[in-house]
């Protein structure tokens, strides 16, 4: 299953296709009104590799897969390198699908930084947005598409019929099972989202290796970006504390940057390494495990 050359690794032509459709789901309030067309540019061969990713992530998805996956990564024994170069190693996770408008991850990651550097955040912040997709390396440790990307979602309970094709939640075995397919499943009211197992992906990974470093906003940025069905749609209010309901305010904040500050100017990288290197020398040990 965790062949990348398997049908079920990459329905989608790349990561990017993925971001893609959420951006035509939460296009840019008050941007200059475009059509769904505009936004998703890319034939209908693609749309279906949408569904498909999105079929597979939400029948795969389960409690179960998440314990599996936490007892793997967690160990982080997979690679350790300089934060530069892990960045780097991130980037030959090639988009071969439209080289033209596509930016690569690095590219994605500096603008998303700088845009946050230039409404004058707080470096903490910056670096937050020149880390956030990091966790994407799993795809490169092997993992299929739908253990790294995708809108995520609490597992151990019932899903919310708000995420996004929610019909192929009836390919998976928590559905139906009891444990899980309750509105509380393993859970109880308002006991806080660190008590909660999420879908697994490049978020939570991600969480889990800069858990010790970054202040909590950061945190919350990194672990809850994808969760859509929450910060957008509000659909598990039930199970989040007061203090998840505060730490949320900075998860809005950063989404747009993830979302709307992509520019087909490419940051230039050599003139930016400096300045994030030393940001990463100011936050984190000299190298990262994986
Ligand atoms: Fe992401
Ligand atoms: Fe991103």
Redesign the pocket.
Known sequence: MNNLNNDEGTPLASLDVWEDDVLSRYPEPGGPAKSKEEFRNYDKPELDGVREFYRLNHKYQTYENVLAKKANFLKFDKKEMPWWQAMEYLNTLVDDSDPDTSLDQLQHLLQTAEAIRADGHPDWFVLTGFI??LGKVLCLFGEPQWNV?GDTFPVGCKFSDKIVYPEFFADNPDTYDERYNTSYGVYSHQCGLDNIHMSWG??EYLYHITKDYLPEPALYMIRY??FYAQHREHEYDHLLNANDQEMFKWVDKFNPY?LYSKSPVPPVVSELKPYYEDLLAKYFPATVKL
């Open positions: 956030h997709d990307v490049h978020d970006h994808s993830d």
